[in-house]
């Protein structure tokens, strides 16, 4: 029972929360065989939401991740993140249902997915839908902190949950809010109400005290955790493995982890960090202010700079009041995506246009309307409800339904039958014409592995035939090679 396992997150939400998906594949590649090496009893690999970001900016193929995961990674578990709504109520579903079928093809079978408001009665039938289609599911509990996220509220929902025989729960703390004592008594709280379902921790540094959390929930009876490698720990992301693993064997556990064979990985990334310009994740001082607004702090340098933007910068504090206020009205919405954005959006407005609720986004109306779920339009409060479904834009989304586009009607606007199905997912994510332009773009840069950076580079310029002699020099040492007589 001393025994803890370790999910690793770098290159999925360590790249997500600290730069914003701008790991290309060519730095990601060399990562993988010192991972696979490691004992992990997982890594989170792959999510939809890197297709627009890679085609558009980094002109890659998102496709080629996948399948140098699949390639590479043979001992470790991969995960995608996600499932098929995923709170986007827009998108026809024969689209999530056709990319996770392609992301089973590759042999990734295991996904980690949420509803935002916890409400298991909307993630039941999806979860079953996943099993039937090969995709087994861990299904988050997140915490949040309001009037309505007490210890009941918990208790019900872990039950409710483990009600659903998901492989695995993971107690998530989405916007880095827990406290030792308050993940201490969650954790214990939890496990006394989902039975022999496992559960999992997954928490983000916000506020410095993650890593102090992970062992409060080790101490409570959770024996699987989330870490990441440096750079792309701390900050806004997990835990560094190095700091979680030498704690806890501090504390008499045994973490199933080779952190030693990880060094190459830390250099590989700190060196792509420094030549792409990427930050590098610290550990954060503690800020009480957190506990008010709760806006994850990804969001907060958004709106800054699109206050910036705007030449009102100088408004900053009193939009984080408002979002405040608006977080309340709306029913206490827990802030995760996509509810931050909505909070956070429709503050800056009321700020920026001096009344209230004066202009609503259409993702506020949407809400108001129960469309992101039955809570939105349960727990608002009600006047703020009925100013805002009162205009025409709100009767006009009344009959609002989810789209049930057949799959081949989605696939003819994208293109026709000619087209494959990964490049339909890449046309409907990133636009046909940026697809049309990745064609044609030049090869994208590729790195040297960070363990033996002088055999990678023999190796691949042993590959180029129309060289025939090679020199290197560093300082007074020379080395010539050349190749052999065919």
């Known amino acids: 029972m001393d025994e803890i396992k370790i999910v ?17 594949t060519g730095m990601m590649h060399p990562t993988l065989r010192h991972m696979d090496q490691a004992g992990f009893d997982a890594m989170e690999f792959f999510v ?12 890659d193929n998102p496709w080629d991740w996948v399948r140098y995961g699949q390639k590479e990674i043979t001992n470790t578990q991969l995960r995608y993140h996600g499932g098929l709504t995923g709170g986007f109520i827009l998108s026809p579903l024969c689209i999530p249902r056709l990319l996770l ?14 509803d935002p408001w916890n409400d298991y009665d909307e993630l039941k039938g999806e979860v079953e839908e996943l099993k039937q289609m090969g995709m087994t599911s861990v299904v988050n509990l997140i915490y949040s902190i309001s009037p309505r996220h007490t210890d009941e509220y918990y208790a019900r929902k872990a039950r409710e949950l483990a009600a659903m025989k998901p492989h695995r729960i993971c107690f998530k703390d989405v916007a880095g809010m827990l406290t030792p004592d308050r993940a201490y008594t969650l954790a214990k709280l939890i496990l006394e109400n989902v039975g022999d379902v496992p559960v ?30 440096p750079p792309l720990a701390n900050g806004s992301a997990q835990p560094s493995v190095f700091n979680v693993v030498n704690n806890l064997r501090a504390l008499g556990y045994k973490p199933l982890v080779n952190e030693k064979v ?16 990427l930050p590098i994740g610290a550990p954060r001082e503690y800020d009480q202010g957190w506990y008010r607004h709760q806006v994850p702090g990804g969001m907060i340098s958004n709106l800054r700079h699109q206050l910036k933007m705007l030449g009102k910068e100088d408004k900053m504090p009193d939009v984080m009041e408002e979002i405040v206020q608006v977080r309340a009205e709306l029913g206490y919405p827990i802030m995760v995506t996509p509810f931050a954005q909505f909070v956070g959006s429709q503050a800056a ?11 609503v986004t259409d993702q506020v109306i949407q809400f108001a309307l129960g ?4 809570e939105g339009a349960q727990y608002m409060d009600k006047e703020v409800k009925a100013k805002i479904l009162d205009r025409k834009r709100a009767r006009e989304m009344e009959s609002f339904q989810i789209p049930n586009t057949p799959l081949e009607e989605v696939r003819s606007q994208y293109g026709g039958a000619k087209i494959s199905d990964e490049e339909l997912i890449m046309r409907y994510y990133a636009g046909p014409e940026f697809v049309d332009a990745l064609k044609s773009a030049p090869p994208r840069k590729e790195y040297l592995d960070a363990r033996k950076p002088l055999v990678k580079l023999v ?11 090679f020199y290197f020099k560093n300082g007074d040492v020379t080395l010539s090679i050349r190749r052999a007589a065919e």
């Open 8 to 24: 690793d997150t770098t290159l999925r939400d360590g790249n997500t929360s600290l730069w914003a998906h701008n790991m290309t």
């Open 48 to 59: 939809a939401g890197r297709f627009k970001k890679v085609i558009r900016e980094q002109l």
């Open 101 to 114: 079928k392609l992301v089973i093809g590759y042999g990734i079978n295991m996904t980690r997915l949420s």
């Open 200 to 229: 999992e921790f997954h928490c983000h540094c916000n506020n410095g005290l993650a890593p102090f959390n992970v062992l409060e929930v080790v101490k409570a009876g959770i024996r699987i955790v989330h870490t990441a490698i």
């Open 262 to 277: 990880l060094a190459p990985v830390e250099a590989h990334l700190r060196s792509c960090a420094k030549e792409a310009g």
């Open 349 to 359: 407005i009321n700020i920026m246009t001096g009344e209230r609720y004066k202009e």
């Open 371 to 374: 469309l992101w779920g039955k």
């Open 459 to 469: 190796e691949e310029l042993g590959k180029k035939k129309d060289l025939g002699n």
